[in-house]
């Protein structure tokens, strides 16, 4: 078998092709000219079900170029069109990409006119405008991630500082990804601003998701001007208009020193008031997402290790720079 196989593979450029598609799970049906030339075995092979093209429910999907993405251990392979779509949307996603392999799961994205399509393999296409696309690639990841990892997920800012961790949490609107990134004006390095998964051990590791910054945070991050005004915009199915930026933080598995619950309001001082443990792990419980309909014990077991050792506390706040000088402080001590 593998002697007939290396003499395909030289014999037979376009088939030895999409043969090394086929490996990645990312291949496209076979040309007519790439079927002749191999005697039609691809054909032969897709007709018995011992080789499958990526296809969506519309059917095969167009593959010229492929990125595979490590998310917390889950492989997600992205197959584009062509080489013009991968360079629109890759460049956030960049820290994720791994080495070639075979994905757990696959995203397709395709063109048609001035839409950009994206669907999971075997779903439905999802139509956008370009600007509306990379906002939905991370959606499409997420709900990936969601159905393949066991590991709980927070929905949380993840900063550190001398080796220490620290967790921002709060509802939406809440400031957490403004608030993370200006801190790193305080010495802390930002990890992530959005998931962050929980071990078992209740050890904490960042997911490296771009950091998404909305319109209104954009003049307020003075340190990272340069890199705001240099982004693109984008629109998410929120209609609000964000940018993306990079990490420049190190992953890991870390324990938590100091839970923040935030609690925005106008005209406010910022103040950090003591939380007691059933507060804390309410604002856990209302970030966390586990895949189950009910909380397993593990699940338990997991935010209850969290919480052992750390400091927590509510941050009430309007002013982001005084906020700043409070959860240094509050870090310090």
Known sequence: MVPEKELLFSATPPVAEAWAGFELGVASAPSDAAAASGGGILLDLMQIGALEPLATSSGPARVGCSDTLDLAGVH????????????????????????????????????????????????????????????????????????????VMLHAAQLERDGRCLLLLGDAGAGKSTLATALEEAGFALLSDDIVL???????????????????????????????????????????????????????????????????????????????????FAALLAAAWSGEDSMSPEVFGAMAGCLQGAHYGTLTYSDLPRALIEVSRYCED
Not at 110 to 129: K, T
Not at 231 to 240: F, I, K, N, S, T
Not at 246 to 268: I, M, N, T, Y
């Open 198 to 280: 929980l071990s078992p051990q209740g050890e904490v590791s960042a997911l490296p998701f771009p950091v998404t910054l909305k319109e209104g945070s954009w003049a307020l991050l003075g340190h990272r001007h340069d890199e705001i005004a240099g982004a693109g915009e984008h629109l998410r199915p929120d209609a609000l208009n964000v940018r993306y930026l990079g990490l420049v933080g190190d992953g890991g598995w870390k324990p938590v020193a100091w839970l923040l619950k935030l609690d925005r309001q106008e005209d406010s001082a910022a103040t950090i008031a003591d939380l007691d443990l059933s507060g804390a």
């Open 76 to 151: 997600i392979v992205v197959a584009f069109e062509d080489e013009a779509l991968r360079a629109e949307l890759m460049p956030c996603f960049a820290q994720l990409v791994t080495a070639p392999c075979r994905g757990d799961d696959h995203i397709v994205v395709q063109r048609e006119g001035e839409s950009i399509g994206l669907a999971r393999r075997g779903e439905d296409i999802d139509w956008v405008s370009p600007h509306e696309a990379v906002p939905l690639l991370k959606i499409k990841l997420t709900e990936v991630l969601f159905d393949h990892t066991d590991h």
